[in-house]
């Protein structure tokens, strides 16, 4: 198996979110909405992105609830827009020290791994993937509880993640 198989692999994915953060999504994805009091992302897989982003700057890593009832399954990330967004993000986390020692993704070896065995590891990095996001999100939708007014910026979202990047979101 080589990368190219991986990536094709990669993209088939469908990743996850914690249903109770589905109103978190609803509020700030616009799905076909052409006006919201807030400032808004496009579809869902974006701010997704958005929300991995700041769940992985802040470290923060928050498992999928194991009841498949509990967990909202999307659009497979191969139809994500733009492709150098999910470029970004898929290449975070495969060049990401820590997530390949936990995954133990040895690139060479996995050359050479039985097909099952690389997909584990890639569900890993998904689930990872998932945690970060679902992470971002819990932040998102705590600034929102403490002030929904701030979301009516169009420059919130910017806003929300220089305060991740520059460490000052606690």
Not at 9 to 19: K, N, T
Not at 25 to 33: E, I, P, V, Y
Not at 146 to 162: C, G, T
Request: proline share 5%; net charge negative; glycine share 4%.
């Amino acid at each position: 198996m080589d990368g190219k198989y991986w990536l094709k692999y990669l993209r088939e994915r469908r990743p996850q979110y914690a249903i109770k953060y589905k109103s978190t999504l609803d509020r700030f994805a616009n799905k076909g909405h052409s006006k919201s009091d807030y400032s808004q992302f496009g579809p869902i897989y974006q701010i997704f992105m958005y929300a991995f982003m700041i769940g992985f700057h802040q470290r923060e890593r928050i498992p999928l609830p194991k009841s498949p009832d509990e967990r909202v399954t999307f659009l497979e990330i191969g139809k994500w827009q733009p492709t150098e967004t999910v470029d970004a993000v898929l290449m975070t986390l495969l060049a990401h020290d820590p997530i390949r020692q936990e995954l133990d993704l040895n690139f060479i070896r996995m050359e050479e791994m039985e097909e099952d065995e690389v997909r584990e590891k890639f569900k890993g990095l998904i689930r990872i993937m998932e945690e970060h996001a679902n992470a971002g999100l819990a932040i998102v939708e705590e600034r929102f509880e403490v002030d929904r007014y701030f979301f009516q910026d169009p420059f919130a979202f910017m806003r929300l993640l220089k305060e991740v990047a520059d460490g000052m979101y606690q």
